[in-house]
């Protein structure tokens, strides 16, 4: 099994795209990348966790996405360091999936230890080919 932490803003919704709207090129390119493994699972990590209900979220990506949707990383305490890699920690430990592999999207590296699993989106280009190339490569899928 392999994990996919994915965030939002700045990964789906471009930084200069309106805020509450995801950019369809950007979804249709995670969606492709994703959907092309067979055992890649979804777990949201954006903030827009904290706003909206799981089902809610999964109404934003197409069917065979939604069900790929595994849940949601836990809200912990802001004072951490590297505060979204230890909300990915949490949600690991609390599943019992320390032996799954696992690779956040996101477009923060300060989020995350320097030598986490990343793929980093630049937040003014969103998730682009380039970054669907880089998540196909780390899932093993052509």
């Not at 492709?32 to 890649?40: E, F, R």
């Not at 979804?42 to 069900?67: M, N, P, Q, Y």
């Amino acid at each position: 099994m392999a994990l996919v932490f994915l965030d939002f803003d700045g990964v789906l919704r471009r930084e200069s795209s309106p805020k509450s709207q995801l950019d369809a090129d950007c979804v249709e390119n995670l969606e492709s990348a994703v959907l092309g493994h067979k055992d890649a699972k979804v777990i949201i990590a954006s903030t827009w966790r904290l706003v909206h209900s799981l089902d809610a979220l999964r109404r934003l990506f197409s069917a065979g996405f939604a069900s790929r949707i595994d849940g949601v990383t836990p809200d912990l305490p802001e004072e951490e360091e590297y505060a979204r890699q230890a909300e990915i920690r949490a949600y690991i430990a609390k599943r019992g999936l320390q032996s799954a592999r696992w690779i956040a999207v996101d477009d923060d590296s300060e989020q995350f230890r320097p030598n986490a699993p990343l793929v980093l989106v630049d937040p003014m280009r969103g998730f682009d080919q380039e970054c669907a190339e880089r998540l196909r490569e780390w899932l093993g899928t052509p």
